[in-house]
Every structure is written in structure tokens, then in C-alpha cells.
């Protein structure tokens, strides 16, 4: 898995060498991921007339707070980013 390091206090960041992301044919837009993310970087979108969500790589610390609360197996993966920006 990722590189994670102590968990997360506060508001303090903590940037991991992971990130998380939503793999759109297995997702069912329950919103968990949206719901429990601590730096609210699940954001909804629309796609076609479905209602769906997608992580803000930008703005995701990739704490992994939110895999274990998806309810469908494989739809939230941990991805290394191509560059990390500090």
C-alpha cells in the first residue's frame, strides 16, 4: 500500500506519498467517500445524467480515511502520483 506515516491531529497536514481515487465502473455514488473524508476532497460531478463523485488529487493528503468505509470492493484505489508537489 501506501507510504503513510502517523496518523492525522488536528488540522495538521500530512502529505503521503499516496493518493486516492475513484474507479468510475465500480463506484455506485453511495457518497461514503465524500462523507467521511477529512479534507473534503471528494467533490460530485456529473457524468451523462448519472450523479457521480471524483477525488480533487489536488486537494486529497492520501490519509486512506475513506477505503474503509466504500462499500464496493476495488472502486476507491491508491494510486502513487506522477509528480508530488510540496
Known amino acids: 500500500m ?3 506515516t502517523e496518523p492525522r491531529v488536528g ?3 500530512i502529505d503521503h506519498a499516496m493518493k486516492v ?3 468510475e465502473s465500480l463506484c455506485i455514488a453511495c457518497g ?3 462523507e ?3 479534507e473534503h476532497a471528494v ?3 456529473m457524468q451523462d445524467i448519472h450523479h457521480m463523485y471524483e477525488v480533487i488529487e489536488s486537494e486529497c493528503t492520501g490519509c ?3 477505503l474503509p468505509y466504500c462499500p ?3 472502486a476507491l484505489e491508491e494510486y502513487e502520483p506522477t509528480s508530488v508537489a510540496h
Request: charged residues 35%.
Open 36 to 38: 467521511v473524508c477529512p
Open 32 to 34: 461514503l467517500c465524500r
Open 64 to 66: 486512506g480515511d475513506c
Open 43 to 45: 467533490h460530485p460531478k
Open 2 to 4: 501506501g507510504a503513510r
Open 21 to 23: 481515487k475513484i474507479v
Open 72 to 74: 464496493e470492493p476495488g
Open 11 to 13: 488540522r495538521v497536514e
